[in-house]
């Protein structure tokens, strides 16, 4: 490594040696392949992509957007035919997208919308003006704020509200911006342009020795930043790549021996970085090294998606999408867990071998619950599972509070039996055979069921009573907030929603089953089903998360701000800070319920009288 203090001959102006064997000069090996399923054409040159939230998005020339969401990819219709350079957003119903003619579009969950550039004259073409100024890439903070560059030196602030113009003191063409760790900003583009906005929001340029056509910016964990681009060669006929490093207010390099193509983008990799450019080129940066990557294409790779793994995907030209993740849906997925990996579930001894459906915690003692087969019901004692007396052979599915200490329980045959504390006795029978799937109470006892055929009842205190729920599909899972606030699921993405005086119908975007639901409040909630599915309604809108587990989903719950969903072939997901993880459960049965107290923990159980337990202490 060595310090540029001025300019030298451009030939040599490179940064981080690759150290490679005097045996062999090949590119490394690495599994770089083409995701399947996307229906990008050999005409969709892709500039950039987004990840995050259950979300993924890859943008492009003449306003492509691509989404995968639920297991596959979309195109999404794009308010502007023009190319769309860079995304950023907090979230996937938050994203903004910069591109040509000034482009800026944002995306609330549900449609694109142009918000500013795209200015048309009075003959109907694209006026010559400002706001016209082609962007080419964005920045964001926690606050709301934006920052996006485009050519001759055009700098866009948007503050929550409108988008100004910010003076950055230069007309050379801006490609790339970043956050520093310190909260200040970072732009860089031609010929060498290296730009800081301090706090007070000025900007001013940095003496860069290297006269680099700067293509991207990337900040590195020790607050240094690492540029990449490259300079055209008459001699060469074509664009030489560069890699520099700012860091302490100083320019280095390395690698005067490596040629490299031009470089396109810059992410963070399995803990450093990679990079991408032209002719398919990749390389892997680990600290002072630079190694090359073997991508299976010459394809002009643009864009680089981290994903939530660790992982990522490189996008390009000709409608290149690829990754070196051995599978492309756990990748965009949280970390999962690795084959082997100590489970944080441990097996508790039930005492039985019987099915269990379900389990509940009652909300006011903190106490739990599992139940199942031949009227089984058993509650968690100082660690160990007690049962309760039998309630016949009725095959029970759900229980919740009767409001005077006691419980009820309810199944198959359509009946609804109340517990006192000492025995059973039948509550409720609908004398048709017709199976009770959920329940829910609150403290003064006013309660609801639902059930097969579109069943929904009530109970008032006084009487149960037949409601109308508008349909003869199934319905799964209950939720409510209060008597008023109350969401059912069922057969093909049905959602009903009772608003206190009727049930009304809406959708996730899902056809497939969803099997429970369950929210911390009115703008927190996620719902589950089969193969995997996963919703969340924020307040506004439902989203889809892409699927975490190719296993059905059948129960959730949560405590202190995680959310466990269960399923078949043992499947327990967590989700914490915004994303899902898959945990190792140790158990390769199908899981039908769970249950969480702040007291006792989180219970999962399932086939076979199995239960799992995940303690309060470890959520």
């Known amino acids: ?54 979300g993924l998005f890859v943008v492009g020339d003449e306003g492509t957007i691509f989404s995968f969401a639920d297991g596959k990819w979309t195109r999404l219709a794009s308010p502007v035919p023009l190319p769309l350079h860079a995304l950023w957003g907090r979230s996937s119903n938050d994203l903004y997208a910069v591109g040509w003619m000034g482009t800026i579009l944002h995306f609330d969950g549900e449609a694109w919308r142009l918000q500013r550039g795209c200015e048309i004259d009075a003959d109907g073409k694209y006026a010559a003006s400002a706001a016209n100024t082609p962007l080419f890439d964005l920045v964001g903070d926690g606050e709301g704020r934006l920052w996006a560059v485009g050519d001759r030196g055009w700098i866009l602030h948007y503050d929550g509200k409108t988008w100004q113009p910010e003076d950055s003191g230069t007309t050379a063409h801006l490609r790339a911006i970043t956050t520093l760790s310190d909260g200040r ?29 700067f293509q991207a910016a990337m900040v590195l964990e020790d607050g240094g930043v690492l540029l990449a681009g490259g300079r055209y060669f008459m001699e060469a006929n074509g664009f030489r790549g560069d890699l520099l490093l700012w860091r302490d207010g100083a320019f280095t390099r390395l690698g005067d021996d490596q040629a490299f193509a031009r470089f396109r ?4 990799y399995r803990d450093a970085a990679l990079a991408v450019g032209d002719k398919g080129q990749i390389h892997h940066i680990i600290g002072d090294r630079v190694v090359q990557l073997e991508s299976g294409t010459t394809h002009d790779l643009l864009g680089i998606l981290p994903l939530p793994t660790g992982e990522a995907l490189a996008v390009g030209d000709f409608g290149t999408i690829l990754t070196a993740a051995a599978d492309f849906h756990e990748a965009i997925a949280s970390p999962a867990t690795r084959a082997g990996a100590a489970s944080q579930w441990e097996e508790m001894d039930s005492g039985s071998d019987r099915q269990l459906w379900g389990a509940w915690a009652d909300p006011g003692s903190g106490r739990l619950y599992a ?35 006691g419980l009820y329980a309810a199944g198959q045959l359509g009946e609804i039996h109340n517990f006192d504390g000492r025995t059973w006795r039948k509550h409720f029978d609908l004398h048709v055979d017709v199976t009770i799937l959920a329940l829910w109470s609150d403290a003064s006892g006013e309660a609801f069921a639902i059930g097969d055929e579109g069943l929904a009842l009530h109970w008032d205190g006084k009487s149960w009573e037949r409601m109308i729920s508008g349909t003869k599909s199934a319905l799964y899972g209950l939720w409510a907030q209060d008597n008023a606030h109350m969401l059912a699921v069922g057969d093909f993405g049905m959602i009903l929603r ?13 056809e497939n089953f969803l ?18 599915t996963i919703g969340h309604f924020d307040g506004r809108r439902w989203t889809l998360t892409p699927a975490r587990a190719r296993a059905d989903l059948l129960a959730l719950t949560g405590l202190d701000g995680a959310v466990f969903a269960v399923g078949s ?17 140790g158990f390769d049965g199908g899981l039908r319920g769970v249950a969480a107290s702040p007291e006792q923990g989180v219970i999962a159980v399932g086939d076979g009288g199995t239960i799992l337990r995940r303690v309060a202490d470890e959520l």
């Open 498 to 510: 009772w608003n206190g005086t009727r049930w009304d119908e809406f959708h996730a975007g899902t």
């Open 265 to 268: 983008a810059l992410a963070p």
């Open 1 to 54: 490594m060595s310090e540029v203090s001025a300019p030298e001959a451009p030939a040599r102006r490179q940064f981080f040696r690759k150290l490679v064997s005097a045996a062999s000069q090949s590119p490394a090996a690495a599994p770089w392949q083409p995701v399947e399923g996307v229906t990008a054409g050999s005409g969709d040159v892709l500039w950039a992509g987004w990840c995050g939230d259950g």
């Open 569 to 585: 072939a043992g499947s327990i997901l967590r989700h914490a800070e915004g994303q899902w993880q898959l945990e190792a459960s």
């Open 371 to 405: 139940f199942g087969e031949e009227g089984l019901v058993m509650t968690l004692e100082e660690g160990r599972w007690e049962r309760l007396p039998k309630l016949g052979d009725l095959g029970l599915r759900c229980l919740c509070a009767d409001g005077a200490g």
């Open 185 to 213: 900003l970072l732009a860089a583009g031609g010929d060498g342009t290296v730009l800081l906005r301090d706090a007070e929001g000025h900007w001013q340029g940095l003496d860069c020795p290297l006269r680099s056509q």
């Open 515 to 532: 099997f429970d639901v369950w929210g911390s409040g009115l703008d927190n909630i996620f719902t589950v089903g089969l193969s995997g």
